[in-house]
């Protein structure tokens, strides 16, 4: 099993990036897909989630309106488009799948990302 996060950066305030999680080793669409991070000193918090099976998007409150998360089952992939970047939203990005069913879950390694100007 692996999940492999990709497009973390620097960007300055208001700038966009987009991240990708690339899945394998499990049946991807089973799967909940989400997005957490954890900035310096912090601990790790949930930032978006997509539903396994009708793929419905939930975000925390503090990255609405500025992310969104989509996913490609054909690529076995997950996306976290981020607009309009704030310092706050520094941190390491890490990917997650989860099975309700069986309770199994897995991490990626995460990836940076640094608002700064």
């Known amino acids: 099993v692996q999940l492999v996060e990709s497009g973390g950066g620097l960007v300055q305030p208001g700038g966009s990036l987009r991240l990708s999680c690339a899945a394998s080793?499990?049946?991807?669409?089973?799967?909940?897909m989400r997005w957490y991070r954890q900035a310096p000193g912090k601990g790790r918090e949930w930032v978006a989630g997509l539903t396994s099976v009708s793929s419905i998007a939930n975000y925390a409150d503090f990255v609405k309106g500025r992310f969104t998360i989509s996913k490609d089952n054909a690529k076995n992939t997950v996306y976290l488009q981020m607009n309009s970047l704030k310092p706050e939203d520094t941190a390491v990005y890490y990917c997650?799948?989860?099975?309700?069913?069986?309770?199994?879950?897995?991490w990626g390694q995460g990836t940076q990302v640094t608002v700064s100007s």
């Open positions: 080793g499990f049946t991807f669409s089973s799967y909940a």
């Open positions: 997650n799948a989860f099975r309700s069913a069986s309770g199994y879950e897995y």
